[in-house]
């Protein structure tokens, strides 16, 4: 088996990564993680049959777009509910929005600012997220947006002393207060303002913390049915419950006059990689999805062994809460599982969607992201959308800007500045034609 083989090459130091952060490379990487078996030898990566997102489970062929909307497409989101990310419940019926900041003049003149709190169920006391907008100031009309999901609070966000003061979890199950002054996850926001694109952001947290028990203290645990102290096996993980919170804010932005909800471009990073990959997938009302460093149990495809693996990210000592338990069933054999990350890909089609990665962030593998995107480029044709329309992959540096779009920079884990300029340029094609 692939997961026995001789492994070399180095491991990254891998933390979470927001806005212009990057994670530095180990020089002398460890072969093993939880106890696992790591590869970064492209002699070794073994060979895989991809499933086709354009056959149906009897073995016929897609035939056009219609069939894939109404039937394939319902099938993959399926599978993926069921085997990966776990069944989430409906929009709940109670959700309210309180407009505590409804319009006020923020970063010297260059923005409204708006700050809401949504709640997620009928009890106000708890279960709540802050949402944080800026739009740009005089614009007229409904603008896009760009929708971070971060790491930290809002508050460390932006450069803005208006904004509601933020806390973030502890392990402990413990809410810490944070500084405004911040800097991890701070955001240079003007360069979507200068172009007529305004910026939402929410902390992850809000919607359940990211560490085993989060459970006790976020979405997942109020939905938890009587007897239960856990979800079932195809039930959502935490990524489901971050994607389920995403929605939420959707649900807002449709009833904001200064928004067109229609032209949401949704990113997030690394594991929030993975969370916006998934929304998009599963909530067609985003019109786009910027994917930095999703890697494993993102878009990188499972059935190449290179860098981080199943076996990996769902050890009871690392993610397994992210996912659904039955996705741990294919920590030996990812090629038994009937989804992959082309398929994820695939499923934002024909929505616009930006891969982007760093060509030595090797434990996310961005080959197998690349690869993932070209396997997945033929439901974007199918729409006479444009795939990447090649499968060499380009140098860092060198983007592929099409419908399905591909970035690398030179350098490791998240986004960098020169990244940011890309992502507006994305949007403007897309939304500011």
């Known amino acids: 088996m692939w997961f026995k083989a001789l492994i070399t090459r180095s491991l990254i130091i891998l933390f979470l990564a927001e806005g212009t952060a990057q994670v530095t490379h180990a020089q002398n990487s460890p072969e093993l993680v939880a106890g696992i078996p790591v590869n970064y030898d492209e002699s070794l990566t073994g060979t895989y049959t991809l499933p086709d997102p354009l056959v149906f489970s009897n073995g016929k062929k897609v ?42 003049p923020a970063l010297n003149g260059k923005a409204i600012r708006k700050q ?6 009928g009890d106000t006391s708890k279960l709540k ?29 932006i450069d803005d002393p208006g904004i509601k003061p933020g806390y973030i979890w502890g392990r402990e199950g413990t809410r810490i207060p944070v500084k405004p ?6 955001m240079d926001i003007d360069r979507f303002l200068a172009e007529g694109i305004g910026f939402a952001t929410v902390y992850y947290g809000d919607i359940e913390p990211d560490f085993a028990d989060g459970i006790k203290y976020g979405i997942r645990g109020h939905y938890l049915k009587p007897g239960s102290d856990y979800p079932a096996p195809d039930e959502w993980g935490a990524i489901s419950a971050w994607s389920w919170g995403l929605s939420r804010a959707m649900d807002y932005f449709e009833t904001d006059p200064l928004i067109d909800s229609r ?12 969370t916006v990959l998934w929304t998009g997938a599963r909530d067609t009302r985003f019109g786009m999805v910027i994917a930095s460093c999703g890697g494993e149990g993102g878009a990188a495809l499972s059935r190449r062994w290179f860098g981080e693996t199943i076996d990996h990210m769902t050890h009871s000592t690392r993610y397994f809460y992210q996912f659904a338990g039955n996705w741990r069933n294919f920590r030996d054999d990812p090629s038994a599982s009937p989804v992959d990350g082309h ?10 969607l930006l891969l982007q990665t760093g060509d030595t962030d090797h434990w996310s593998d961005p080959k197998g992201e690349f690869l993932a995107a070209v396997a997945g480029g033929p439901v974007y044709e199918l729409y006479g959308k444009r795939s990447l329309g090649t499968d060499v992959m380009p140098p860092a540096g060198q983007p592929i800007l099409n419908d399905l779009a591909y970035l690398m920079h030179a350098g490791g884990h998240g986004a960098i500045p020169s990244d940011y300029d890309v992502f507006v340029r994305f949007m403007k094609m897309h939304f500011l034609k």
Do not use: H
């Not at 777009?65 to 419940?89: H, N």
């Open 263 to 274: 032209k949401i471009a949704l990113f997030g990073v690394s594991r929030l990689g993975k």
């Open 343 to 352: 398929m994820l890909v695939a499923l934002m089609a024909p929505r616009p």
């Open 181 to 186: 002054a911040g800097g991890f996850g701070r």
């Open 116 to 121: 809401v709190t949504i709640y997620l169920t």
């Open 129 to 157: 997220m802050d949402l944080l907008v800026y739009v740009p100031a005089g614009a007229g009309k409904p603008v896009p947006l760009f929708f971070n999901v971060g790491f930290s609070a809002n508050s460390t966000v």
């Open 63 to 104: 035939k056009n777009s219609k069939q894939w909307e109404k039937k394939r497409r319902p099938q993959i989101v399926a599978l993926f509910e069921e085997f990966q990310y776990g069944k989430a419940p409906a929009a709940p019926a109670k959700l309210s929005f309180d407009v505590f900041d409804p319009g006020t």
